[in-house]
């Protein structure tokens, strides 16, 4: 049976922890009850399912470990309760419901300029309203930042699932007098109809299910931008969607599909149809 994510990490961490804190207490104490709790962790990552996984679960031992003798000032007792604390700080940046997700990935200031040009939008919709741009995941707001400075006139909007990190993009959005509307919540469950662009800044691992949501939500016409990573091919035609905007040569680079069959790709010769049912 597969545990879900991010119970196998946390597993990981926790045997790591109670094989170094037991070997403490015998002639392995010191180095190397480190040496052997990291070998644990190492060997339990090898059953992560995509590599971002298996990193978590290799590196949580040992990175908590130079936290704690850091926090304790370089001395060699280990503590667990400053173990806790540290994973409690982490908790609240990034809630065990968004592991499946990016980390934390900064959108760089200009690497969203092109969008201008690239998936440009009307100064108004039909209903009268603004274009309705989303940020799915805005962390601190470096996104939604970016994002303003290709559509001005545009209404923002930035889902984040960690309350901490909500809170920090209001104030850093207020100070930089960028107007956005911000949630806390999943990206995943939120609905994505009544918005014109999409952005993401996520996992190659998430992106097929970033294009299924686009396919089966967006409107035909709206935008789904993806920094860095791209759909895969057959994820792109099974949900209708069509590379518009393929990546430049600056990294990280935006990625422009566009929903519904009147879209052209670049990419290919024909265009990505979304499939009957």
Do not use: N
């Amino acid at each position: 049976m597969r545990l879900p994510w991010p119970l196998p990490a946390l597993l990981t961490w926790v045997l790591a922890w109670g094989v170094a804190l037991a070997l403490q207490r015998t002639p392995l104490a010191g180095g190397w009850a480190l040496l052997l709790g990291t070998g644990v962790g190492v060997l339990c990552a090898l059953a992560g399912t995509t590599a971002w996984r298996r990193l978590w679960m290799a590196a949580g031992f040992p990175l908590s470990v130079a936290a704690v003798l850091v926090a304790g000032g370089g001395g060699s007792a280990l503590s667990p309760w400053l173990w806790l604390v540290m994973a409690a700080c982490v908790l609240l940046v990034y809630p065990l419901g968004a592991w499946k997700d990016a980390p934390l990935f900064p959108t760089p200031p200009d690497a969203l300029a092109d969008l201008t040009h690239t998936a440009p939008l009307p100064a108004l919709r039909t209903d009268g309203r603004p274009p309705q741009v989303l940020d799915a995941g805005c962390g601190l707001g470096d996104g939604l930042i970016a994002l303003r400075q290709a559509y001005l006139h545009a209404d923002l909007h930035g889902t984040e699932h960690s309350r901490l990190l909500a809170a920090l993009a209001r104030l850093r959005l207020a100070r930089r007098q960028v107007s956005a509307r911000l949630r806390v919540g999943d990206l995943w469950a939120q609905a994505w109809a009544d918005f014109d662009v999409v952005y993401l800044f996520q996992r190659p691992e998430t992106m097929p299910r970033a294009a299924a949501k686009a396919g089966a939500e967006l409107a035909p016409g709206a935008w789904l931008i993806s920094l860095e990573f791209a759909v895969p091919d057959d994820d792109a035609q099974a949900a209708g969607l069509a590379l518009i905007a393929a990546p430049g040569q600056a990294a990280p680079s935006a990625q422009a599909y566009r929903t519904g069959d009147s879209a052209t790709s670049l990419r290919r010769p024909w265009v990505y149809r979304k499939q009957p049912g």
